[in-house]
């Protein structure tokens, strides 16, 4: 066959080839079957080595022409088809913008009453310039009781249904600490050991200004208590603290807490072995309705314990109660919780039941600040 005859064939193969391809896959094979290593454009052009050198250079130039003029024609191919290929994927894999966004956790979870109530209280105390301190829950009995003024064997041990850990190894008798006050204790000693003798163990050099919220336990249940709940103390120690102070703090706490205006507060002598005097408080509310109203009407209702730190537990954390003296109060926090947010049964707290989570649970993004406003 004539060198233009095999020419005008293989342009005629490789264009129907072309033309037939109709994928991405299948005009690359027509592209190596022609003009690749071992194509046929390709195995033509290696005739042109045993040809003459006239024969060769009219030959080399039709041979060349059609190389260019196939590839050419398969380019442009694989473009259309490329083209063609991602129209079709983004026909596929079309996403429908309008459809409504699908709930992320941040606004289905939510935060438990305690928690926000927790995180309010600090915001509030923190603001006055208060630290916050934690102990732990599993407590010794000279933290819990003996370094708190109650003697061993004093009544007060027993008014607290306390939980007692079976006795341990080193000998160190534990409870599930039945308040908050043992914070106290840890926060004006330096140390974690039980002082040998008073002034002996070094104390946190005062003034002394924290809040200690955290867990306690009584063995305790009815639709006011629970075995677990939860209490925040309040300690003040400095040369010259007085219950002047003590009831300012007080006031301006319930008067952020409620997000009201006023408050009057209430403070009738009472009895605890760590504070003397000793005091509970009451708040001025309005009981007339269904919900309790905090700050108005001429009712009270009993919201804490405090006083000032009697002297022996001063001694007892290593202080000395001729040069300091100091405040403190406990409060409940699951009490404060239901007075407002108006939840009226304590045990639904701890049932984990998500309807009423749902239903009197915060947003998780929603922090509690007093500049952003504690509860909205
Ligand atoms: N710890 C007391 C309780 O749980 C509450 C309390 C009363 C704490 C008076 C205090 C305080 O710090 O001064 O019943």
């Known amino acids: ?64 022409g059609l190389k260019t003029e196939m590839a050419g024609l398969i380019e442009a191919r694989a473009a259309e088809l490329a083209r063609a290929a991602l129209d079709a994927r983004l026909a596929a894999e079309r996403v429908d913008v309008t459809l409504p966004v699908g709930t992320p956790p941040t606004a289905e979870g939510r935060i438990h009453p305690v928690s926000q109530v927790m995180d309010e209280i600090t915001a509030i105390f923190s603001d006055m ?44 008798k534990r409870v599930l600490r039945t308040h908050t006050s043992p914070v106290q204790v840890r926060s004006m000693l330096k140390t974690n050991e039980k002082p040998a003798a008073p002034y002996l163990t070094p104390a946190v050099e005062p003034p002394i200004r924290v809040v200690c919220p955290g867990r306690t336990y009584r063995h305790d249940s009815d639709q006011t208590h629970t075995p677990m709940f939860h209490q925040v103390e309040g300690l003040v120690i400095d ?76 001694r007892n954390c290593g202080l000395d109660p001729d040069v300091y003296q100091g405040f403190a109060w406990g409060i409940g926090i699951d009490r ?16 984990a039941d998500k309807r009423w989570l749902d239903h009197y649970g915060f947003r998780p993004l929603d922090l509690p600040t007093l500049f952003g406003g504690l509860s909205s």
């Open 239 to 314: 040369k010259t603290s007085h219950i002047g102070q003590l009831r300012w703090v007080l006031e301006e706490f319930f008067k952020a807490f409620f997000e009201i205006d006023d408050v009057t507060l209430r403070f009738r002598p009472s009895f605890f072995p760590f504070t003397e005097p000793s005091m509970e408080v009451d708040v001025q509310c309005d009981r007339s309705g269904p919900d309790v109203k905090i700050g108005q009407g001429s009712d009270w209702l009993e919201v804490l314990g405090c006083g000032m730190v009697h002297p022996n537990v001063l």
């Open 129 to 172: 310039g208060f630290s916050i301190a934690e102990g732990p829950e599993i407590e010794t009995d000279w933290y819990n009781f003996t370094a708190l003024n109650f003697p061993e064997g004093h009544p007060a041990r027993e008014m607290h249904d306390t939980f007692f850990m079976a006795p341990s190894a080193d000998g160190v």
């Open 336 to 351: 404060l919780a239901m007075l407002k947010y108006g939840m009226n049964d304590l045990r639904a707290f701890f049932d």
């Open 1 to 64: 066959m004539s060198l233009d005859a095999q020419i005008d064939t293989l342009r005629t193969e490789i264009t129907a080839a072309v033309a037939a391809a109709s994928d991405q896959t299948q005009i690359e094979a027509v592209r190596v079957g022609a003009l690749g290593k071992k194509g046929s454009v390709s195995a033509l052009l290696a005739t042109l080595g045993k040809m003459q050198p006239e024969e060769r250079k009219s030959a080399g130039a039709a041979i060349n």
